[in-house]
T-cell receptor, first 115, second 114 residues
Framework: GNSVTQMEGPVTLSEEAFLTINCTYT??????LFWYVQYPGEGLQLLLK?????DKGSNKGFEATYRKETTSFHLEKGSVQVSDSAVYFC??????????????FGKGTKLSVIP | GAGVSQSPRYKVAKRGQDVALRCDPI?????LFWYQQALGQGPEFLTY????????KSGLPSDRFFAERPEGSVSTLKIQRTQQEDSAVYLC????????????FGSGTRLTVV
């Protein structure tokens, strides 16, 4: 079945540091890949997505590239801010059948950015 | 409404009690999903509705869990005879169609079974 593995946290960075959160996946066919963010006390928000190999998703300074050869979708940001402190989830949905509407999530990575 | 609304935000139940969790999706959204998020874990799929039809309930962990969406709008997730392992955040999401992108999640209901 489908699965997502992302680096364990917590991750603590100083403001303006470079961020990488690793994410790898297992899926048949060509899944769509997502990063969701969960701020304290709020619901999950879609941060960015990529639907085919070599696509780059980007939003709010965050980027992730769909790498089929390494089955990865690592999240990066060049300069983090205190307001980026949140839990980040990597997720996929499959190409067909039940997997096409179900999201499979990683366990989440908590990011804390200190001034 | 502007977003997906869930109520209550917090629920404490004694073991063995029945609970009902409500989800108001975005108006006009055809698809509705329930996910369960245990502490320190990612959300896990429970069930999927398209309008009033429950098309997939494969993620419901036991027959104590029941979901309905009788008029194709508001949905209720019911848990009978709650157990401690049911403690989790229950997330509802809706989308305009059955497409895999475009989910909007609610803030969730945190259920604690004591």
């Amino acid at each position: 079945g489908n699965s997502v593995t992302q680096m364990e946290g917590p991750v603590t960075l100083s403001e303006e540091a470079f961020l990488t959160i690793n994410c790898t996946y297992t899926a048949t066919g060509y899944p769509s890949l997502f990063w969701y963010v969960q701020y304290p006390g709020e619901g999950l928000q879609l941060l960015l997505k990529a639907t085919k190999a070599d696509d780059k998703g980007s939003n709010k300074g965050f980027e992730a590239t769909y790498r089929k050869e390494t089955t990865s979708f690592h999240l990066e940001k060049g300069s983090v801010q205190v307001s980026d402190s949140a839990v980040y989830f990597c997720a996929l949905s499959g190409a067909e059948g039940a997997g096409s509407y179900q999201l499979t999530f990683g366990k989440g990575t908590k990011l804390s950015v200190i001034p | 409404g502007a977003g997906v609304s869930q109520s209550p935000r917090y629920k404490v139940a004694k073991r063995g009690q029945d609970v009902a969790l409500r989800c108001d999706p975005i108006s006009g959204h055809v698809s509705l999903f329930w996910y369960q998020q245990a502490l320190g874990q990612g959300p896990e799929f429970l069930t999927y509705f398209q309008n009033e039809a429950q098309l997939d309930k494969s993620g419901l962990p036991s027959d104590r869990f029941f979901a309905e969406r009788p008029e194709g709008s508001v949905s209720t997730l019911k848990i009978q005879r709650t157990q401690q392992e049911d403690s989790a955040v229950y997330l509802c999401a809706s989308s305009l169609g059955a497409e895999k992108v475009g989910y909007t999640f609610g803030s969730g209901t945190r259920l604690t079974v004591v």
